[in-house]
Nanobody, 120 residues
């Protein structure tokens, strides 16, 4: 059974930093592209960043170079370092794994989400 468990969210002031972690269990991770998405209230879920098995990264333009995604395959963990946080970064952040999910018949696995709140 595949499971993605996020941690590291919380309340931070403008300009601060947070590091999110996502640990994967089950038959996924080392051969899969992993990513982080976020969803703010009243908005659609959007891609923040992704990283391939080999470490090739992709970032949404709107992140402005403030976020860094990385992975540790030995620990089955993907990270999102978030710096210079802004109030508009407030959202629930979700870990994502790209792979066939027979339960949903999609190529998506999702974590439960972790709340990030940036106060001004």
């Amino acid at each position: 059974q595949v499971q993605l468990v996020e941690s590291g969210g919380g309340l931070v002031q403008v300009g601060g930093s947070l590091r999110l972690s996502c640990v994967a269990s089950g038959s996924i991770f080392n051969s899969n592209t992993m990513g982080w998405y976020r969803q703010a209230p009243g908005k659609q879920r959007e891609l923040v960043a992704s990283i391939s098995r080999g470490g090739i990264t992709n970032y949404a333009d709107s992140m402005g170079g403030r976020f860094t995604i990385s992975r540790d395959n030995a620990k089955r963990t993907v990270y999102l370092q978030m710096d210079s946080l802004k109030p508009e970064d407030t959202a629930v952040y979700y870990c994502h794994a790209l792979g066939w999910n027979p339960a949903t018949r999609t190529y998506d696995y999702w974590g439960q989400g972790t709340q990030v709140t940036v106060s001004s």
